[in-house]
T-cell receptor, first 118, second 112 residues
Framework: GAVVSQHPSWVICKSGTSVKIECRSL??????MFWYRQFPKQSLMLMAT?????????EQGVEKDKFLINHASLTLSTLTVTSAHPEDSSFYIC??????????????FGPGTRLTVT | GENVEQHPSTLSVQEGDSAVIKCTYS??????FPWYKQELGKGPQLIID?????GEKKDQRIAVTLNKTAKHFSLHITETQPEDSAVYFC???????????FGQGTRLTINP
């Protein structure tokens, strides 16, 4: 399968500061990456879809000015949580779309980043 | 848009027994159905997927079946082992779309 990494795996920050999370596809090129948020014991909530070289498409209800997404290359996407508040504390997971078998797209997830805002 | 319902929300089985998790989807235009396993504190891991042109797919102890007419698909795990304990998510994707729509998840516990 394809490998997706995230950094950092966990981060604690103070309220009002910004935090950047990196997502990398290690052994494939990802034209499309996704960012999810997951609360305890809940399903994955899609925040945005980013295509390399273009602006991210945000899901309804997700503040684009608060959750800045940049997909600068085919192997790197970043999520920046700006002016973080305690309610932003969550598990953030990125995912990359991989074309591994001809025209068959599959989606692989990173290990997630636990964000705690104090 | 697409909606995916997953049942049961929790499932407990004895080690060695089989486990079945079921999902239904609403949009007949969906053509890709992956299953993910998520262990505590980790990201989801793709364990098996099926496309609408087949009715069943098997990989060792794991199998997925798809009934397009009824718009439901199921994950079957045979000879369950303690390491199968995790949360399992089904998902569906509309033909031509990029994003997956996830079910609510099933917490599977294998009792030794």
């Amino acid at each position: 399968g394809a490998v997706v990494s995230q950094h950092p795996s966990w981060v604690i920050c103070k309220s009002g500061t910004s935090v950047k999370i990196e997502c990398r596809s290690l052994d494939f090129q990802a034209t499309t990456m996704f960012w999810y948020r997951q609360f305890p014991k809940q399903s994955l909530m899609l925040m945005a879809t980013s295509n390399e070289g273009s602006k991210a498409t945000y899901e309804q209800g997700v503040e684009k000015d608060k959750f800045l997404i940049n997909h600068a290359s085919l192997t790197l996407s970043t999520l920046t949580v700006t002016s973080a508040h305690p309610e932003d504390s969550s598990f953030y997971i990125c995912s990359a779309r991989a074309l591994l078998r001809g025209t068959r797209y599959e989606q692989y997830f990173g290990p997630g980043t636990r964000l705690t805002v104090t | 848009g697409e909606n995916v319902e997953q049942h049961p929300s929790t499932l407990s089985v004895q080690e060695g027994d089989s486990a079945v998790i079921k999902c239904t989807y609403s949009d007949s235009a969906s053509n890709y159905f992956p299953w993910y396993k998520q262990e505590l504190g980790k990201g989801p891991q793709l364990i098996i997927d099926i496309r609408s042109n087949v009715g069943e797919k098997k990989d060792q102890r794991i199998a997925v079946t798809l009934n397009k007419t009824a718009k439901h698909f199921s994950l079957h795990i045979t000879e369950t082992q303690p390491e199968d304990s995790a949360v399992y998510f089904c998902a569906a994707r509309l033909q031509g779309a990029q994003k997956l729509v996830f079910g609510q998840g099933t917490r599977l516990t294998i009792n030794p």
